[in-house]
């Protein structure tokens, strides 16, 4: 089929480059200019491992291909993917502009039948009003606007693309089911289904989804946070808990809050949706909370072991700066949130990312930029500081040994959000090891009363 997908971010470049793998031949359109030539010239402009291999291949198949002019791609097309942003606007909503600006160019450059597929993340009813915006130019028969929304996970978004566990299509047409469905059939050849429903329950599908996820995330943050108070440790209730099938062991990792472009504006966009429509969605809200709660939660624990709030003068080094591994997206790492509250406390950072380092300086403030040295070596970032902090689970920051840290590190003090060394191992060292939900290790006034 040809295909023009709209949007060449995370999602649309992915599913293009995908969608080309399968046979399609696909035009990518973005209105950022720079973007489009550097994927012109071979370069791609996220880190997405395995991309640049499918990408390459297709490229020199010429089955995929890139432009800024969105009516170089759409009248050609069998179907029209819409990859944009929906970004929070001011009140917690999704920001439906990009989505509601490309559907009123799309009216007038559609001339045989179409489907338009919204593969971006919207609130339910989307689909209606942008049936209605191209219907006021053109015959419905003309096309159909399915929602077909996007399960995969920035760092495994490849594998995720080629082996989804499933594809939603939300439509009342057949003819779009159909055509969707065979677009969809390489990639579900294991037997994964393809589920066809109708549109608004696609559109609310995924915002279950994701807030079900972040719930789940949370709550096990909230049961790490009473572990600390009682003396428990949250790896033996993981374990206990992820054991029953009904419960399951995915996602039952403690840390410090979840992040990144889809989890926290999802969240806020479910519990908008479902206020305007005279629900107070109270779960969510508590989670919203919790995790705001919960990103900050490494700099009391430093308050508390520091036996200070002002950590003025101090150089603290930073292992992580991602929302989380595998991928440079720094949106809503808690990193970001760490950084500021240190450095307007008057501290020096030491930051190491193996891929964010460039995406964590364009996205945070002019403060943090002043007060931070980037460092392209992980051990860098041990010298000289009075404790290091892991805000992301890079695997290669679980490769050395929480004993070969303690070799380099200046002081011997390790605030660990992400739970990457074993406590036995961090007993046999003098290294202060404060994790998530577990108890401190070599610290004797964190240690739990009997
Ligand atoms: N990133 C993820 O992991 C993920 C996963 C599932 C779903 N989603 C959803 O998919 C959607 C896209 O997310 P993303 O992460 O790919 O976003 P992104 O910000 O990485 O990419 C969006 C792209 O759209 C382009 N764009 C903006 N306005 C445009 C316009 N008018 N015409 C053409 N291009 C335009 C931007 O320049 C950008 O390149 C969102 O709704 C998101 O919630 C994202």
Redesign the pocket.
């Known amino acids: 089929m040809k295909l023009a997908v ?7 470049l992915v599913s293009g480059t995908c969608f080309a793998d399968s046979g399609n031949d696909v035009t990518c ?4 200019e720079e ?1 489009i030539e550097q994927l012109k010239n071979g370069e791609i402009p996220i880190y997405e491992p395995g991309l640049e291999t499918i990408f390459k291949r297709v490229r020199r198949e010429e089955r995929l291909h890139f432009t800024t002019d ?1 009516a170089e791609a759409v009248p050609e097309a069998d179907i029209v993917f819409l ?4 970004p929070p606007g001011g009140d917690g909503q999704a920001d439906l502009s ?1 989505v509601i ?2 559907a009123g160019d799309l009216g007038s450059l559609i001339e045989d039948y179409m489907v338009i597929v919204n ?4 609130p339910v009813t989307t689909g209606d009003r942008v049936e209605g915006i191209i219907g006021e130019q053109l015959d419905e028969n003309l096309f159909d606007v399915v929602s077909n ?6 760092g495994a ?1 490849v594998d995720d693309f080629m082996k989804p566990e499933r594809v939603v299509i939300g439509t009342g047409s057949e003819q779009a089911a159909e055509m969707m469905t065979t677009l969809y059939e390489p990639f579900v050849r294991s037997g994964n289904p393809i589920i066809v429903m109708d549109r608004r329950s696609a559109e609310l599908t995924k915002y279950a989804a994701n807030a079900m996820l972040a719930t789940k995330i949370t709550f096990m943050n909230e049961i790490a946070n009473i572990c600390e108070r009682v003396g428990a440790n949250v790896d033996n209730i993981r374990r206990g808990i992820g054991t029953d099938s009904r419960i399951g062991p995915r996602f039952l990792f403690a840390g410090i809050g979840y992040g ?3 989890f926290p ?2 969240v806020q966009a479910i519990h908008h949706t479902a206020g305007k429509h005279g629900y107070d969605f109270q779960i969510v809200d508590s989670v919203m909370k919790v995790n705001e709660y919960q990103k900050t939660s490494i700099v009391r624990k430093m308050e508390e072991y520091f036996g200070t709030g002002d950590f003025n003068g101090m150089t603290f080094g930073i292992w992580g700066l991602s929302f989380k591994p595998e991928t440079d997206d720094i949106r809503e790492a808690p990193a970001l949130y760490i950084a500021e509250e240190l450095v307007k406390r008057g501290t020096e950072l030491l930051a190491y990312d193996p891929e964010a380092i460039g995406t964590f300086k364009q996205a945070t403030s002019e403060q943090v930029l002043a007060n931070t040295t980037f460092v392209h070596d992980q051990k860098d970032a041990l010298q000289n500081v009075e404790a290091l902090l892991i805000c992301t689970e890079w695997n290669e920051f679980r490769r050395p040994t929480i004993d070969s840290i303690a070799e380099e590190l200046d002081n011997h003090v390790i605030f660990d959000g992400r739970n990457l060394y074993d406590l036995d191992r961090a007993r046999e060292t003098d290294v202060a090891y404060i994790s998530v939900g577990r108890p401190a290790v070599n610290v004797k006034e964190l240690e739990p009363a009997e």
């Open positions: 709209i949007g060449t971010g995370y999602v649309g359109v973005d209105i950022n973007k969105i990859c944009l942003p929906t990009a600006q490309v593969k971006s993340t919207v929304p996007e399960f995969l996970r920035e978004a990144g472009s889809c504006k999802d």
